[in-house]
């Protein structure tokens, strides 16, 4: 590539300059002009990364339409490309890398999502509700970074540093909506936190799963978008932090969450995994459906990702840190709840939320009874949330960590019944009668509950 011979005949002018000197003074040169033109052209051809003009305040447009990605000072500096040219050799791959970094053709754009779940070594690849669960080893990484063969030249790696230090979990999927983009000055993050209203989960079907598996809460370190070998970013999140290698305090490892399996533990959990995906992905199934079944699953996803918020502020075994916290969080979760089992009006929030939840979780009357009391009770707290008010008399922490139980329980029973399980319909009529209970909530969940019940005893 005449480029990449231009650039290392300057080798000696540039021996004392730094590579962002170096990535300035190679942008000007006329090999790179026509290099970029070149790659203008080829991604024109292919239909990639198209970029109509830039509109004006007064509506005209600005410059013409851009094909592809350019080499400019940045994209030298950032991909490692001038370090790499000054180096004495050259990768055999580099100039096909380039030359797909620059002109494409289309290839999927993904999504990673880092948690901070610490499980033992998993199996290459778990499918969980649509998602590809699995620990990404550093080549692994490293291939996916923008042009691979430059990476260690490049000032950063991309990725966060706990995920070179092995073992982090990660959530993996193709992104149909994405397109292809070029190198941007400044990162998406900062966009996204200043315009979107509210942050929304890209992968909350699994992390809902990972949730609902233990009491132990699995939060979202990171999320970034991957077009594999050309494009890298993170789009939200800090990343997991780094602490010391406890009891040697010599190296740093990952500081995951509460949420920890050992490899006994790990195979349960697949297990789990394996039952309760299928049933999840019918719901998502359901969100291209007839109305019922759409609202159905939209009303799952608004809880789901009310339940999911709350897991910043709680602690190992689902207890909120703060206490200033706890009336909050019972608000919360009364909301979840709503969104579960509320599906007919405003009218008698109350005794509908707190009756149907009894009848959809209780194993007993007894339970019921107790189901129905606690619910209220969380709704008494809510209410003087609502209201502005202080709650007394009450312990908030027990109330708190009793009510994510309840959801946690609601999740699962409504997941195994399904999008077409009328909540309002069957869990009013199940109060009324025994057999209307068994028929439409008890025999359809026994088959799921008791395989579950094998994994771990209780947990439906």
Known sequence: MHFVKEVRSHGEDFRHLSDQQVAEQVARLDATHEVNRRAASAA???NY?????????????VGGERWGRQLDAQA???????????????PPNLVD??????AGPSIPIWRYVVTDAHLAPLPPSTSVAGWKLY???NRTLDLLR?????????PSQGWEDALYRGQCTVLARIDCSAKALPLSPFPRSLVADLWEPEHRLLAWEPLLLLNLFSTQRVLVASEYEVEPGRYLERLSGTGLDLVPDIPEGEDEVPAFGPLGLDPDEVQGFLRFLSIMSPLLLAWQAAEHDPRPRKKAAERLSRSAHRFLALGQWLGPDGDVIYASKRAEVIFWYVAALEHLVATDGVEGLTRRVSQRTAVLIGRGDDERITVEKQVREAYSVRSKVAHGDTPSNTDLQDLAMTMRRITRRAFLRLITLGPSFDVAANCDEALLSRRARERSIEKPLSSTLSRLDRVFKGIG
Not at 49 to 61: M, S
Not at 146 to 154: N, T, Y
């Open 49 to 61: 990364l198209h970029r109509p003009p830039a509109i004006r305040f007064d509506g005209k447009p």
């Open 76 to 90: 030298l500096h950032r991909l490692g490309l001038v370090g790499v040219l000054r180096g004495s050799r050259i």
């Open 97 to 102: 890398q380039l030359a797909d970094y620059l």
């Open 146 to 154: 923008p042009v691979p063969a430059a990476r260690k030249h490049a």
């Open 44 to 46: 024109q051809r292919g």
């Open 135 to 137: 620990q990404p080893s």
